[in-house]
Nanobody
Framework: QVQLVESGGGLVQAGGSLRLSCAAS????????MGWYRQAPGKQRELVAD???????NYADSVKGRFTVSRDNAKNTVYLQMNSLKPEDTAVYYC?????????????WGQGTQVTVSS
């Protein structure tokens, strides 16, 4: 089984920065896509950013130029650097990883970490 443990959420003023981290543990062979989703109250969960093991990245239009996703493959850890935060970035942020163990690759999710941006 794979576990994803997130850290780094919190309360910040608009214009501030936060850095989220997510470490995957377990009998992992490799994780291809790793990334972040978010869900605001009353809204659907949406992709924020993800990154492949080769370093290719994908961002939601709303965060381009402000957020940066990166990863450490050796540690199976993904990061999200969030700058110039806006109140509309307030949400629960979930780590997601598509990992291969002794079983076929599948998606795993973290427990979520709250990010609140005050105006």
């Amino acid at each position: 089984q794979v576990q994803l443990v997130e850290s780094g959420g919190g309360l910040v003023q608009a214009g501030g920065s936060l850095r989220l981290s997510c470490a995957a543990s377990g009998r992992i062979f490799n994780c291809n896509h790793m990334g972040w989703y978010r869900q605001a109250p009353g809204k659907q969960r949406e992709l924020v950013a993800d990154i492949t093991s080769g370093g290719s990245t994908n961002y939601a239009d709303s965060v381009k130029g402000r957020f940066t996703v990166s990863r450490d493959n050796a540690k199976n850890t993904v990061y999200l650097q969030m700058n110039s935060l806006k109140p509309e970035d307030t949400a629960v942020y979930y780590c997601n990883a598509n990992c291969r163990t002794i079983w076929a690759p599948r998606d795993y999710w973290g427990q979520g970490t709250q990010v609140t941006v005050s105006s």
